[in-house]
């Protein structure tokens, strides 16, 4: 039995111990977007989780036929995907997903049934799944910068500590208590921080659907580290459709991530028309060239 969890975030990371929690004897690999799938790996009929990330829906199909596949997601663009083959195909594959919640959620609402959902489970989905209407987003913000500062959180290599967030509630009391303390911190420093960056760094551009003829004019950062968080002091919502973070992979090409405000705006639809997917308000690729000009700000 194996289990392949979205390597590159908390949720995913959550949602492999999740997992690991209720399957003690599944095998834990993280896996991200653009990697190399071991197939070799998988035995004929074996049992295989995937979870808050997936392959290409006629690679999923295919993982699918080797055995059993759970895949619990919450990408739009991936269901989307499931939704149109599964029309054509007549079959479906076994999980859960949906949009409304984060994939540690919908792990702990697959395994643990009518079970209270942890706080951990629930401050990192609300965070991923960017519902800050459901509570404070400073507190939200602070839990998930709390959590950064843990050295690891690989539930591979660290299901003593995820089995602690997963336990009784005077033991999580004194353990959350302390990622908040941690994460307050970081999280005023960071704001301030971001608005350093954008000063010497944001411009504006235009990311383009050449297949669609339609562009969204951006504010853009060129780093390798943040979200939507970094414009806060530049992103304005009657000027910009969305707000671009890139960098330049070690590995050669550029990853790019997208992210809006607005309700009309789907960005993961402009992710997948450079082969990416993600939300709707948040979403991702990876490229040789970049698709918008490196301008400069008025």
């Not at 643990?112 to 489970?121: G, I, K, L, R, Y």
């Amino acid at each position: 039995m194996k289990c392949f969890y979205h390597s590159a975030d908390l949720d995913g990371h959550c949602s492999g111990a999740i997992i690991k929690k209720f399957n003690p004897k599944v095998e834990l690999i993280g896996y991200n977007y653009g990697q190399e799938f071991p197939w070799d790996s998988i035995q004929p009929g074996e049992q295989v989780f995937m979870v808050d990330v997936s392959l290409p829906m006629p690679q999923m199909y295919k993982l699918a036929s080797m055995g059993t596949l759970y895949w619990i997601d919450h990408h739009i663009s991936a269901i989307n995907d499931h939704e149109e083959q599964a029309a054509r195909e007549d079959w479906s594959i076994k999980g859960l997903r949906r949009t409304d919640r984060a994939a540690c959620e919908l792990c702990w609402e697959w395994c643990a049934h009518h079970e209270p959902v942890p706080p951990v489970v629930y401050y990192l989905g609300i965070y991923d799944s960017w519902r800050f209407e459901d509570y404070e987003e400073r507190v939200v913000k602070a839990f998930q910068y709390g959590m950064r500062t843990l050295k690891e959180t690989r539930p591979e290599h660290s299901m003593m500590v995820w089995e602690g967030f997963f336990s009784a509630k005077t033991e999580q009391e004194t353990i959350l208590q302390e990622i908040f303390t941690r994460g307050r911190t970081i999280f005023d420093y960071q704001l301030v921080q971001n608005e350093k960056t954008c000063r010497a760094c944001a411009f504006e551009t235009d990311l383009h659907d050449y297949a669609e003829e339609s562009f969204l004019k951006c504010i853009a950062v060129n780093s390798n580290l943040g979200n939507s968080d970094v414009f806060r002091s530049v992103y304005d919502p009657e000027k910009h459709d969305a707000m671009l973070i890139f960098y330049r992979s070690k590995r050669g090409f550029w990853r790019v991530s997208i992210y809006s405000t607005h309700e009309e705006v789907d960005c993961s639809r402009y992710a997948k028309a450079f082969d990416g997917g993600g939300h709707k308000g948040a979403a991702g690729f990876q490229c040789q060239e970049l698709p918008f000009e490196l301008t400069k700000m008025d």
